[in-house]
């Protein structure tokens, strides 16, 4: 079987297509949650933290205080 000329044994085949399979459902599901958050204009928590840290940034650099 094509598993043992790699080099693999059954057992850590099926790990790591669990795992796999555990990794591609996260993904689809964080995918669907972010779009559909941007279809009722919500902001996602990725685009929503950095534009926090963006605007913070902004605010804290010398020189720029409005005092």
Same mark, same amino acid.
């Given at each position: 079987? #094509? $598993?043992? *000329?790699?080099?693999?044994?059954?057992?850590? =085949?099926?790990?790591? &297509?669990? =795992? &796999?399979?555990?990794?591609?459902? $996260? =993904?689809?599901?964080? %995918? #669907?949650? *972010?779009?559909?958050? !941007?279809?009722?204009? *919500?902001?996602? $928590? &990725? !685009? %929503?933290?950095?534009?926090?840290? &963006?605007?913070? %940034? !902004?605010?804290?650099?010398?020189?720029? =205080?409005?005092?």
């Amino acid at each position: 079987m #094509i $598993w043992n *000329e790699l080099g693999v044994s059954g057992g850590t =085949a099926l790990i790591v &297509l669990c =795992a &796999l399979y555990f990794v591609v459902k $996260w =993904a689809v599901r964080s %995918g #669907i949650r *972010e779009a559909h958050a !941007r279809m009722n204009g *919500e902001r996602g $928590w &990725l !685009r %929503g933290g950095c534009e926090k840290l &963006l605007s913070e %940034g !902004r605010a804290s650099e010398p020189g720029k =205080a409005s005092d």
